[in-house]
């Protein structure tokens, strides 16, 4: 199992960028995919999850900001934000995890992920 996320960089706060994760070495679309984050001092935090069926739940300082989204025949999973602020700034990972649920109701810890992208670091300018 391999995530390789990609896409980080420097954005003025009230900027956009669009993270990828690839996947490869298992089925896709039996997983559920989710992004977490880590700032500078602080523990990894859950950001957003996406079903196998593209149910999705965020953390609530990003909703309405951010959109997850999967593309299972390119088995691929995206993190859009938009209106970035100096508080996102963090290392962002793509994990992911075989689940057969349809919807996810409520976020998962991190020790749930079995499988972790290395990480691509965005910085929020003020």
């Known amino acids: 199992v391999q995530l390789q996320a990609s896409g980080g960089g420097l954005v003025q706060a009230g900027g956009s960028l669009r993270l990828s994760c690839a996947t490869s070495g298992f089925t896709f679309s039996e997983y559920a995919v989710a992004w977490f984050r880590q700032a500078p001092g602080k523990e990894r935090e859950f950001v957003t999850i996406n079903s196998r069926t593209g149910s999705s739940i965020y953390e609530d300082s990003v909703k309405g900001r951010f959109t997850i989204s999967r593309d299972n025949a390119k088995k691929t999973v995206a993190l859009q934000m938009y209106n970035l602020k100096p508080e996102d700034t963090a290392v962002y990972y793509c994990?992911?995890?075989?689940?057969?649920?349809?919807?996810?109701?409520?976020?998962?810890?991190?020790?749930?992920?079995?499988?972790w992208g290395q990480g691509t670091l965005v910085t929020v300018s003020s």
């Open positions: 994990a992911a995890r075989r689940d057969s649920r349809a919807v996810i109701d409520s976020p998962w810890p991190d020790y749930e992920f079995s499988a």
